[in-house]
């Protein structure tokens, strides 16, 4: 059974730090490149910030350059997202999400997401 179970999320005030982990199982992490999503209310879900699959090569919004860090263990079959001077519009569920494509299908894997919420 697939399983992507995100945690670390939670209240923070701006310009504070968390850092978001998502536990993979029930497939070969190491084959799938990992993403971190987020959607706040009333806003379409936008791509945060995504890591190749030997975890060589990384990719940002513009609104998190500099300020988000994705990273992952293949050994623990997580994808970590250390979010560092958080701002109000960083508020939002974030999902973590696993896909690969093989034989000419996507495969696309979801979990079921982590409130971070910045407010003074």
């Known amino acids: 059974q697939v399983q992507l179970v995100e945690s670390g999320g939670g209240l923070v005030q701006p310009g504070g730090s968390l850092r978001l982990s998502c536990a993979a199982s029930?497939?070969?992490?190491?084959?799938?490149?990992m993403s971190w999503y987020r959607q706040a209310p009333g806003k379409e879900r936008e791509l945060v910030a995504a890591?190749?699959?030997?975890?060589?090569?990384?990719n940002y919004a513009d609104s998190v350059k500099g300020r988000f860090t994705i990273s992952r263990d293949n050994a623990e079959n997580t994808v970590y997202l250390q979010m560092n001077s958080l701002k109000p519009e960083d508020t939002a569920v974030y999902y973590c999400?696993?896909?690969?494509?093989?034989?000419?299908?996507?495969?696309?894997?979801w979990g079921q997401g982590t409130q971070v919420t910045v407010s003074s």
């Open positions: 029930g497939f070969t992490f190491s084959s799938y490149a």
């Open positions: 890591i190749t699959r030997p975890g060589g090569n990384t």
């Open positions: 999400s696993a896909d690969r494509l093989f034989l000419g299908r996507t495969y696309t894997y």
